[in-house]
């Protein structure tokens, strides 16, 4: 598993925060798509049956498709760096960190302008806890992704 310093870590924001959005955006318009499709299918089926422009269906769920791929691409790219999507609603990502003899996430969401939190691999964004001074000189001594 790679770990990241503290300082490579921040560098990887904007990129990160560019390819969550691209994922947040590629969700929020495949649940668009997958809603119209939903209220189509809930109309025909309290008409008892309607006419339906075939073509127009298929090229929703192809546009559906594509934006699924988008995510599930966009998600990919993230976890090839190393880094991993927690919550994507929440824009939430943990970079694995070497503190001392033990590896803990530093945890970011989108929107903080920097990394300020971590919590042990065991839990999760509730028991975050600020990025303390151990952190800063771990990082410039030298914690080297593996």
Not at 1 to 22: H, I, Y
Not at 32 to 49: D, T
Request: net charge negative.
């Amino acid at each position: 598993m790679r770990t990241f310093t503290l300082e490579e870590a921040q560098s990887l924001l904007p990129v990160l925060e560019s390819l969550l959005k691209r994922a947040i955006e590629g969700k929020r318009s495949a649940e668009e798509v997958e809603s119209g499709l939903s209220e189509m299918a809930r109309r025909i089926y309290l008409s008892g049956g309607m006419r339906v422009d075939a073509g127009k269906v298929a090229g929703l769920r192809a546009e559906m498709e594509s934006h699924v791929r988008r995510v599930r691409e966009s998600i990919a790219e993230i976890d090839s760096i190393g880094v991993q999507v927690k919550d994507l609603e929440a824009g939430l990502l943990d970079f694995p960190y070497r503190l001392d003899d033990q590896v803990v996430l530093l945890c970011w969401r989108m929107g903080e302008p920097v990394i300020e939190h971590w919590h042990p691999t065991d839990s999760g964004f509730k028991d975050r806890q600020p990025v303390d001074e151990r952190f800063h000189r771990r990082s410039a001594s030298g914690n080297r992704p593996n």
